[in-house]
């Protein structure tokens, strides 16, 4: 049997479809961080991963954001990608090397081990989108920062967060 990810609609609940909602706007590009809703999903991926920050799911009833399955089916190789990438540094202390890396690029062989990807990149997702959250709408320029308008500050905080030092190691 096959185990296939991002082949269905993606959809967010609670606090984090109101957060996502929040960073994303459709058609309003002065106040959007995101051109479409799907935008927000690898990014928050990255730095849910990046930060080892995770989050429950929130079912609360306020709202629901679903990325269509043709937008899914259209990044699914990207997906996939940071999938296989997160699989393979999550195993990497567990296993040696090069288990680790047949094991992200296999795919998962069993319901229980497509389950668990899934919720690992789900709640690696939803981690992203509350940093996100955090650092592009709650957070407020202030008088340390280069610019003053709020959006510009913030995602220019943001960038240097994830920037290089300037000895060529990860901040």
């Known amino acids: 049997m096959s185990f296939e990810f991002f082949k269905t609609e993606y959809k967010l609940y609670g606090k984090h479809a109101r957060m996502a909602g929040e960073l994303w706007h459709l058609n309003?590009?002065?106040h959007t961080y995101f051109r479409r809703l799907v935008d927000i999903i690898p990014a928050a991926a990255v730095i849910g991963f990046r930060l080892n920050r995770k989050?429950?799911?929130?079912?609360?009833?306020v709202e629901t954001k679903t990325v269509f399955?043709?937008?899914?089916?259209d990044a699914k190789e990207e997906f996939d990608f940071l999938l296989q990438m997160m699989v393979m540094l999550e195993n990497a202390e567990?296993?040696?090397?090069?288990?680790?890396v047949q094991t992200a690029f296999r795919g998962p062989q069993t319901k229980e081990e497509f389950k668990r990807e899934q919720e690992m990149f789900d709640a690696y997702v939803r981690g992203g989108i509350e940093q996100l959250y955090e650092c592009?709408?709650?957070?407020k320029a202030d008088s340390d920062d280069t610019f003053y308008e709020n959006k510009t500050a913030n995602l220019?905080?943001?960038f240097e967060r994830f920037?290089?030092?300037?000895?060529?190691?990860?901040?």
Do not use: K, N, W
Request: proline residues 11%.
């Open 28 to 30: 309003d590009y002065e």
């Open 55 to 61: 989050a429950e799911p929130d079912y609360s009833p």
């Open 69 to 73: 399955l043709q937008q899914m089916l």
């Open 94 to 100: 567990r296993m040696p090397a090069e288990e680790s």
């Open 136 to 139: 592009l709408v709650v957070r």
């Open 156 to 158: 220019m905080a943001l």
């Open 163 to 171: 920037a290089p030092a300037e000895d060529g190691t990860d901040s």
